[in-house]
C-alpha cells in the first residue's frame, strides 16, 4: 500500500500521510530525567527530610533559642515548620523553570505550591500558638496538663457497669443476651484509668444493642412505611416524623424523668409482666440464665451444629448451582443447628440436670433478689436511642427500596419469580446498595449520641470523664482521650460497615 | 382458516354506534373502593388494619384521656415568659420584641419572595387564629370550677379574696368531710384547692387528712365544728352570713354582687370546735393570674386588694383566689379542662401569635409584590433581602446584649439570655457563621493539586464528624478560653455559638462538596475555556450550581443543628430545654409536671423543626433552588 | 502538489490563507501509562478550517483540548497563536481569551440565562461593561439565529439552540480561533442542521476553525483541509476532495469505507 501512498511533497506543513501501518507502537510515559528532582519529589524523601529536621531541631532547640534570645511565638514556630517543604519548593521551581524557561512568579505549579507553603505555615502558626498559650495559661492556672492523671486513685462511685478488677465473668456467658457484659450495681474503681473503661464499657454497652434493636424497628417501620395498608403507613409515617423532629436530648428527658423514674420504686409495686419480668423506677428485672455444670454439652453441640449448618448452606448453595435443586439452605442450617442442639441437651440431661436454667427476680424489701437487671438508667438511654434512630433508619429503608424502579418488580413478575425470590434477588440487592451508606452514618450517629446519656445520669465514657475532669482538672487529658476514644469507636464501625457494603457492591455488580 | 368463509376476509367490524362506556364495578370505587383497596386488601392486610386500629385508638385514647383529664399544663402556661425568653432581664424585654418583629418581618418577606405559602399552611394558620380567639371566649361562658379551702378546729381559716362585677352570681357551701367522701383512692371531687405557697394550706392538711385515713390515725366520725361564713365586700361590710352547726354542716347560700370591686369569704370558727374538717366551696368565682400587668390591670379596673382580717384579728391568713396559690384536684372534666387549661394558655399566647402572624402575613404580601417587580429592581431585593439576612444577626446579638455604662440599652450578659430566643440566636449565628467556613473546608478538601491543604481540610472535617457534639461542646467551654487567657471571662454562650459552628461547618463541608462532585466537569471546562480565572470559575459557576444541588441537604443539616441546641443545656446555658429543666427541678411546684414540661418543648421543637423542613422542600419545588435545566 | 491543493481550498472558503496559528510539533501525551497522543504534528494556518476525523478512542477530542489547555500534554510543542503552551499561568489565560471552544455537550451553565451565559465571560476577562456585553451578545444571537430567547435558561431550549448559544458564548470573547469537540454528536438529527448553518456561515466569515466532528457532509463541503487520525497519530492529512476521493493510507481506506 504504502508504495500507492502518494507522498507529500518535501517542506509542505498541509498535507501528510503516515509512513507506516503499524498503528500501534506507545512508548511508555518518559520520567522526569532530572534524578535530583525526581528523587526530591517522593513522599519518602518529603517525610524523612521532616524526620531528620524535627530531630535536629529538638536537638538542637537549647542552643537556637540561647541564639535568639527570646522565646518564639506561634508565627516563628510556623515559619520554621516549613522550612523543609519551602526549600523544596524552591528547589523544584527552579529546576523545572530551568528547563522551560518560565519565571517562578508566573509558574502554576510555583504558584500552587507557594498557596500551600502558606496556608500550612499559618495553620502550625495558629495552632502552636494556640498551643503555647493553652500551656501557659494552665500552667498560670496550676493546671499543668499530665497524663499520669490516669493511674491516680479516683475517689467515686460508678453507678453501674463491668468492674475492670472484678473476675471477667462476662466472657464465660457469651451465649446469653442479658449477661454479656458483666454488670455490677455500684463499684469503685481504683484508678481514673478503670473508671474511664468501665465507662467506656457502658458505652458499648449500651451501644451495640441499641444498634440491633434500632435497625429491627427502623426496618419494620421503614417497610412499614411503604405499605399499602393506609393505617399502617400513617402509623408509621406519623412515629417517624415525631421522633426525627424533636430533639433526641428532649425524648430522653420525657423517657427517663417523665416515665421511668415515675414508675413505682419499690419492688413490691413494680410493674410485672408474665416470666417473671419487672419493671420499676429502678430499672427492668428478668430472668438470668444461670451456668450449670453441665451447660457444657449444651452449647458446645449448638455452636457446633451452627457452624456445621453455614457449611451445610454453603454446600446447598453449591448444588443448587450446580444441579439446579432447589438449595432450602436455611432449613438445612436450622436442622443442623436444632438437631445437634437438641443432642447436646439431651446428653447434658443424661450426664447429669438440666443445662440451661432460669434464675427469676424476686423481690426482696428495698430491691430485688437474684435475676438479671439493665438499670432505669440504661433502659432510658437505649429506648431513646433506639426510638429516634429507627426513626432514621426507617426513613433509609424506604428511600432504598422505593429507589428500585418499579419495572425490575415487573420484569421479575413475569419472570415468574415468586414474591419472596423478587425481594431477594431483585429488591434488596439493588436497595441495600443505596442504603448501606446513609444506615452507616445512622450507626455513627447513634455511637456518638449514647454521649447524652450524661443528661440522665447513665455512666458511660463522657459521663464518667467529665466527673474525671470535674476532680482532676485535667480537662485537656480528658479532652484527648474522649476524642481518641471516640474517634476510634467511629472508624471501628464505619470498618466493619464499609466491609459488609463491599462484599455487598462485590456480589450485586 | 380453511374453516373460515374465504370470499369475506373480514373477521370482526365495530358496530358504527360505540358502546357506552360502563361503570367500573361498585366495589372498587367511592369509599367502599378505598376502604377495600387502603384498608381490607386480603386477609393479612385486614388484620394488619384491626390491630394498628386497636393499638391507635388505645393509645390516642390514653394520651387525651391523661392530657385532658390528670396533665398540669399550667406549669406551661404560668412559665411562659421564662420559656421563651428565660431570665432575661424583665424591663429589657423590648429588645427581645424588635427582634422578634424584625426577624417575623424578614422571614414573611423572604418566603413571599422567594416562596410562596402554600394553601395547607395559611388554611392552619388561620384556624389556629380563630381558634386562639373562640376558645376564650367560649370558655368564658361555662361557670369556672370550684374552689375550696378547708376549715379545722385548730388552724386559721383563710379568707378567700377575689374580685366581681355587679350581677354575677357566688354561691357558698360548706361540706362536712367524713369517712364517707375522703377515700384517699377516690375522687372525692373536682376543683381548685387553696395552696398558699410557704403556709400551711388547705391542699396539705387535706394531704394529712388521706394519709390519716390510710393509716387509721385520724378519727372523722366525731365532728363538733361550729363556724360561720360570710360574704364580705372590699369594706368589710357584711353581704350575707350563715351559720354551720354539727347538727347542721352542710349549708349554703347564694347571693348575686352589687359591684365592681373586691370581695372576701371569711369564716369564724365557734369556740367549742374541737374536731373535725369542712370544706368550704366557692362556684361563680373567677381566678386571677399575678403577673405584673394583670396585677396593675386589676387595681386600675377594681382597686386596691383589701387586708381583710383573719378571725384572730392577724392578717396572716389572706388568701387569694390566685392561679399560683391553687391546685386543681380530682379528674378534670372536659370543661374544666377548656376553662383551667386551654382557656389561659390560649389567652396568654392570642395577642402575641395573631400581632406576629399579622405582621408576617404583612411582610410575606410586601415580598410577593416585590417579586413580581421588574428584572433590576428584583435583582436589588434579592441582594438586598441576603444582607439583611446577614446583618440581622450581629444585629440582634448587639442588641440583645446591649453595651456596658449605656443607659439606654444597658449591657445584659448572656448568662441572662435563655429560652426560645436563646435556642434561636445559638442556632442562627452558628448557621451563618458555619456556611462560609463550610464552604472553604469543601474547597480545600477538594482540591487535589494542594495536597497539604486538602490533608488539613480532611483531618479537620472527618475529627470533627467523628466526635459527638457533647465533646466540642465540652471542648468549647473548657479549653478553648485557656487559649486566649488564664482568667478568661469569654461568656459561655458565645463559646458555645464557636462550638456550634466548628462542628456545623465540618457537615457543611461535606454537603457541600458532595454538590461540587456531582456538577459535571464540563462547566469547569466550558469557563476554563472562556478564560474564566479559577476564582471566577469557582464564585460564578461551580459553587452556585452546588449549593442549589445540595438546599435540601443543607437544610437538614439545619434542622439538625437546632435540635442539636439542647446539648447546650448539659454544659449549663438556660435555652428551651435548659429553662424546662430548672422549672421542674428548681421550682418544687412543678416537680411532678416534668411530662407536661417536656411533652410542651417536645412540640415546639417539633413544631419548628417541620416548619424548616417545609420551607426547604418548597425552596426545591419552586424558589431558588428549582431545576431551571 | 501543495499549491493546487491550497488554491482549491480558496476557491472553496473565498478566502486566502493566512499564516500557522496553531503549530504541534512532535505533541505527546499519556493518561497515566495511556499512550493517547503519538508524535502528532500539526499547523493551521489563519482563517482555515481544519475538520479532524478518525474512529472513537483515537485522541482526537484529546487534541483539540491540548490546544487550549484543558489538557496538559507530556512532550512536544504546542504553539498557539505565538505563544507556547506551558505552565506559565499567564499564557495560558491568553491563549484561552484567544481560543473559543464548543463541547459536545453544549456546557451551558444551567444557572444563568443565555443573556448571561454570554455575557459572563465578556465582564468578568473581557473586562467590557454590562450594556456593551448585552448589545454584542444580542447581535450574536440574532447571527446564530434565536435572538427571542435571550431571557430563557438553558433547560428550557433544545440542543440545536443550546449547541447555537454555546457557539454565541464562545464567539463573544473574538476569540481568533474556534475548537469545536464533535458539536453535533449529542444532537438529535434534525437538529444537527441548525448548527452546521451557523459553523458553515462562520467558515466564510474566515474564522480560523479546527473541528472534531463525525459530520462527513460538513467536511467536504466545508473544510480546507481533513485530518485523519487512529490510535492516537495523525494518519493522513488532505484536501476534503483528495482525502475523500482517493485517500492515501491504507487505514483511511478502511475507515472510509466503512462509514461511507
Known amino acids: 500500500m504504502s508504495d500507492n501512498a502518494q507522498s507529500p511533497p518535501p517542506g509542505s506543513d498541509d498535507v501528510f500521510v503516515l509512513g507506516t501501518n503499524d498503528l500501534g507502537g506507545g512508548r511508555p510515559r518518559p520520567v522526569n530525567d532530572a534524578l535530583l528532582e525526581r528523587f526530591v519529589r517522593t513522599p519518602a524523601f518529603i517525610v524523612a527530610s521532616y524526620a531528620v529536621y524535627l530531630i535536629l531541631l529538638i536537638f538542637f532547640w537549647n542552643p537556637i533559642e540561647a541564639a535568639l534570645g527570646f522565646v518564639p511565638g506561634g508565627f516563628l514556630f510556623g515559619t520554621i515548620g516549613i522550612l523543609p517543604l519551602a526549600g523544596l519548593t524552591f528547589v523544584n521551581s527552579r529546576t523545572r523553570n530551568a528547563r522551560t524557561g518560565i519565571p517562578f512568579y508566573r509558574d502554576l505549579l510555583t504558584i500552587q505550591e507557594t498557596i500551600q507553603l502558606v496556608f500550612v505555615a499559618v495553620i502550625i502558626g495558629t495552632m502552636a500558638t494556640l498551643i503555647l498559650n493553652l500551656n501557659d495559661n494552665l500552667a498560670e492556672s496550676g493546671l499543668t496538663i499530665n497524663f499520669n492523671v490516669l493511674a491516680r486513685d479516683f475517689g467515686t462511685e460508678v453507678s453501674e457497669g463491668p468492674d475492670p478488677r472484678a473476675d471477667w465473668t462476662f466472657l464465660q456467658s457469651i451465649p446469653v443476651v442479658g449477661e454479656t457484659l458483666y454488670n455490677v450495681p455500684i463499684f469503685t474503681p481504683d484508678t481514673y484509668f478503670r473508671a474511664l473503661a468501665a465507662g467506656f464499657a457502658n458505652t458499648l454497652r449500651v451501644v451495640w444493642l441499641s444498634l440491633i434493636f434500632s435497625t429491627i424497628l427502623g426496618v419494620a417501620l421503614g417497610i412499614g412505611l411503604l405499605s399499602n395498608n393506609w393505617l399502617v403507613r400513617n402509623v408509621s409515617f406519623g412515629w417517624v416524623e415525631i421522633f426525627r423532629n424533636t430533639p433526641l436530648l428532649v425524648q430522653l428527658f420525657f423517657i427517663y424523668n417523665g416515665v421511668i423514674r415515675l414508675l413505682p420504686a419499690r419492688p413490691g409495686d413494680a410493674l410485672s409482666f408474665p416470666g417473671s419480668i419487672f419493671l420499676s423506677s429502678r430499672g427492668f428485672y428478668y430472668p438470668a440464665v444461670l451456668q450449670t455444670p453441665t451447660s457444657n454439652y449444651f452449647y458446645f453441640p449448638l455452636i457446633a451444629g451452627a457452624i456445621i449448618g453455614i457449611f451445610l448452606w454453603r454446600w446447598r448453595l453449591q448444588v443448587n448451582e450446580r444441579t439446579g435443586v432447589p438449595a432450602h439452605a436455611f432449613r438445612y442450617f436450622a436442622a443442623s443447628t436444632v438437631g445437634l442442639g437438641l443432642i447436646g441437651f439431651i446428653v447434658a440431661f443424661a450426664v447429669g440436670g438440666t443445662p440451661v436454667l432460669f434464675e427469676p427476680p424476686a423481690a426482696s424489701g428495698f430491691r430485688f433478689e437474684g435475676g438479671a437487671s439493665l438499670s432505669g438508667e440504661y433502659l432510658g438511654l437505649f429506648l431513646g436511642l433506639v426510638f429516634y434512630t429507627s426513626a432514621f433508619i426507617a426513613d433509609i429503608v424506604r428511600a432504598g427500596i422505593q429507589s428500585v424502579p418499579k419495572g425490575q418488580v415487573e420484569a421479575s413478575r413475569a419472570l415468574g419469580l415468586k414474591n419472596f425470590q423478587t425481594l431477594n434477588f431483585i429488591i434488596l440487592p439493588q436497595a441495600l446498595r443505596l442504603a448501606v451508606p446513609p444506615l452507616i452514618n445512622q450507626y455513627l450517629n447513634l455511637a456518638k449520641n449514647s454521649s447524652l446519656g450524661i443528661a440522665i445520669g447513665f455512666a458511660d465514657l463522657y459521663t464518667v470523664a467529665n466527673i474525671a475532669n470535674n476532680q482532676s482538672g485535667q480537662t485537656v487529658v480528658m479532652f484527648v482521650l474522649l476524642m481518641v476514644t471516640y474517634l476510634g469507636l467511629s472508624l471501628f464501625i464505619s470498618v466493619i460497615m464499609n466491609a459488609f457494603n463491599s462484599t455487598l457492591r462485590l456480589k450485586s455488580r | ?629 | 502538489m501543495a499549491e493546487i491543493l491550497q488554491d482549491e481550498a480558496v476557491k472553496k472558503n473565498d478566502h486566502s490563507l493566512g499564516d500557522h496559528v496553531i503549530e504541534c510539533v512532535n505533541v505527546n501525551k499519556w493518561y497515566g501509562d495511556f499512550h493517547v497522543l503519538k508524535d502528532v504534528n500539526l499547523k493551521v494556518r489563519e482563517r482555515e478550517v481544519v475538520v479532524v476525523i478518525g474512529p472513537s478512542g483515537s485522541g482526537k477530542s484529546t487534541l483539540i483540548r491540548c490546544v487550549n489547555r484543558l489538557e496538559e500534554h507530556q512532550e512536544g510543542d504546542i504553539i498557539v497563536d505565538g505563544i507556547t503552551l506551558t505552565n506559565d499561568v499567564s499564557n495560558i489565560a491568553e491563549i484561552r481569551r484567544e481560543v473559543g471552544m464548543v463541547f459536545q455537550q453544549f456546557n451551558l451553565f444551567p444557572h444563568l440565562t443565555v443573556m448571561e451565559n454570554i455575557t459572563l465571560a465578556q465582564r468578568y476577562v473581557r473586562r467590557r461593561p454590562r450594556a456593551e456585553s448585552e448589545e454584542n451578545a444580542l447581535k450574536l444571537l440574532e447571527r446564530v439565529g434565536i435572538p427571542e430567547q435571550a431571557r430563557k435558561y438553558p433547560g428550557q431550549l433544545s440542543g440545536g439552540q443550546q449547541q447555537r448559544v454555546a457557539i454565541a458564548r464562545a464567539l463573544a470573547m473574538n476569540p481568533k480561533i474556534m475548537l469545536f469537540d464533535e458539536p453535533t454528536s449529542a444532537l438529535d438529527p434534525e437538529m444537527i442542521k441548525e448548527v452546521l448553518d451557523v459553523m458553515k456561515e462562520l467558515a466564510q466569515s474566515g474564522m480560523t476553525m479546527m473541528v472534531v466532528t463525525h459530520e462527513m457532509g460538513f467536511a467536504k463541503e466545508v473544510a480546507d483541509r481533513v485530518i485523519f487520525m487512529d490510535s492516537g497519530r495523525v494518519v493522513e492529512i488532505g484536501t476534503p476532495d483528495h482525502f475523500f476521493e482517493n485517500p492515501s493510507h491504507e487505514r483511511t481506506q478502511l475507515f472510509l469505507s466503512q462509514i461511507l
Open chain 2, 1 to 629: 382458516m380453511t374453516d373460515q368463509p374465504v370470499n369475506s376476509g373480514i373477521e370482526y367490524v365495530a358496530p358504527k354506534e360505540p358502546p357506552q362506556s360502563r361503570k367500573p364495578p361498585a366495589n372498587t370505587v367511592g369509599v367502599v373502593g378505598w376502604l377495600r383497596e387502603n384498608l381490607f386488601d386480603g386477609v393479612g392486610n385486614s388484620i394488619a388494619t384491626i390491630l394498628t386500629a386497636i393499638f391507635l385508638i388505645w393509645f390516642a385514647g390514653s394520651v387525651m384521656d391523661w392530657s385532658i383529664r390528670t396533665a398540669e399544663w399550667t406549669v406551661v402556661n404560668n412559665n411562659l415568659r421564662l420559656l421563651m425568653v428565660g431570665p432575661y432581664d424583665q424591663d429589657e424585654l423590648w429588645r427581645v420584641t424588635i427582634m422578634a418583629v424584625a426577624m417575623i418581618v424578614l422571614s414573611g418577606m423572604s418566603l413571599g419572595f422567594w416562596s410562596e405559602i402554600a394553601r395547607p399552611v395559611f388554611v392552619t394558620i388561620v384556624v389556629v387564629m380563630v381558634l386562639l380567639v373562640i376558645v376564650p371566649v367560649v370558655s368564658d361562658r361555662f361557670p369556672p370550677p370550684s374552689i375550696r379551702t378547708i376549715v379545722s378546729s385548730d388552724g386559721d381559716v383563710p379568707a378567700m379574696r377575689f374580685v366581681g362585677n355587679p350581677g354575677e352570681r357566688v354561691t357558698v357551701a360548706v361540706e362536712q368531710i367524713n369517712a364517707e367522701n375522703a377515700d384517699p383512692d377516690g375522687n372525692a371531687f373536682n376543683g381548685f384547692i387553696e395552696t398558699t405557697p410557704g403556709a400551711s394550706n388547705s391542699r396539705s392538711i387535706w394531704n394529712d387528712i388521706k394519709q390519716g385515713i390510710r393509716t387509721d390515725s385520724i378519727d372523722l366520725d366525731t365532728y363538733t365544728l361550729t363556724f360561720t361564713v360570710s360574704l364580705v365586700d372590699a369594706s368589710g361590710e357584711v353581704l350575707e352570713t350563715v351559720t354551720s352547726t354539727p347538727d347542721e354542716p352542710g349549708v349554703t347560700f347564694e347571693t348575686p354582687l352589687p359591684e365592681t370591686g373586691w370581695y372576701g369569704v371569711l369564716a369564724e370558727v365557734d369556740e367549742s370546735s374541737d374536731a373535725g374538717f369542712a370544706w368550704i366551696r366557692l362556684d361563680g368565682v373567677e381566678t386571677y393570674t399575678t403577673r405584673t400587668a394583670d396585677v396593675e390591670a386589676r387595681t386600675e379596673r377594681y382597686g386596691e386588694q383589701p387586708a381583710l382580717t383573719c378571725a384572730d384579728g392577724s392578717d396572716a391568713c389572706n388568701t387569694e383566689v390566685a392561679q399560683r396559690a391553687l391546685r386543681y384536684e380530682g379528674q378534670r372534666s372536659g370543661f374544666d379542662y377548656l376553662t383551667v387549661q386551654l382557656s389561659p394558655f390560649f389567652r396568654d399566647i392570642a395577642i402575641p401569635l395573631i400581632v406576629g402572624t399579622v405582621i408576617a402575613f404583612a411582610g410575606g404580601v410586601l415580598g410577593w409584590f416585590l417579586k413580581r417587580l421588574p428584572r433590576e429592581p428584583k435583582r436589588i431585593t434579592n441582594l438586598t433581602l441576603l444582607v439583611a439576612w446577614l446583618l440581622f444577626m450581629p444585629f440582634a446579638f448587639v442588641l440583645l446584649r446591649g453595651f456596658e455604662g449605656s443607659e439606654a440599652v444597658s449591657y445584659v450578659p448572656t448568662t441572662d439570655w435563655g429560652g426560645l430566643a436563646l435556642t434561636l440566636i445559638l442556632t442562627a449565628i452558628p448557621i451563618v457563621a458555619s456556611f462560609p467556613i463550610g464552604i472553604l473546608l469543601a474547597l480545600g478538601r477538594a482540591n487535589k493539586d494542594l495536597v497539604m491543604v486538602s490533608t488539613i481540610s480532611t483531618l479537620f472535617i472527618e475529627v470533627a464528624r467523628g466526635v459527638p457534639l457533647i465533646t466540642i461542646l465540652f471542648f468549647a467551654k473548657l479549653i478553648l478560653p485557656f487559649f486566649i487567657s488564664a482568667s478568661s471571662n469569654i461568656e459561655l454562650a458565645p463559646r458555645m455559638m464557636v462550638g456550634l459552628t466548628l462542628f456545623t461547618a465540618a457537615y457543611v463541608a461535606e454537603i457541600i462538596r458532595g454538590g461540587l462532585q456531582i456538577i459535571p466537569k464540563g462547566q469547569t471546562e466550558a469557563a476554563q475555556a472562556l478564560g474564566l480565572p479559577a476564582f471566577y470559575i469557582t464564585w460564578l459557576i461551580t459553587m452556585p450550581q452546588a449549593i442549589r444541588a445540595v438546599i435540601p441537604a443543607l437544610m437538614s443539616q439545619f434542622v439538625s443543628l437546632f435540635k442539636d441546641t439542647t446539648l447546650v443545656s448539659i454544659v449549663g446555658l438556660f435555652e428551651l430545654l435548659g429553662i424546662v429543666e430548672l422549672i421542674v427541678n428548681g421550682q418544687q411546684q412543678y416537680r411532678p409536671f416534668q411530662r407536661e414540661a417536656y411533652l410542651f418543648v417536645g412540640v415546639v421543637y417539633f413544631v419548628i423543626s417541620l416548619a424548616m423542613a417545609s420551607i426547604s422542600r418548597r425552596l426545591e419545588n419552586t424558589g431558588v433552588g428549582a431545576a431551571r435545566r
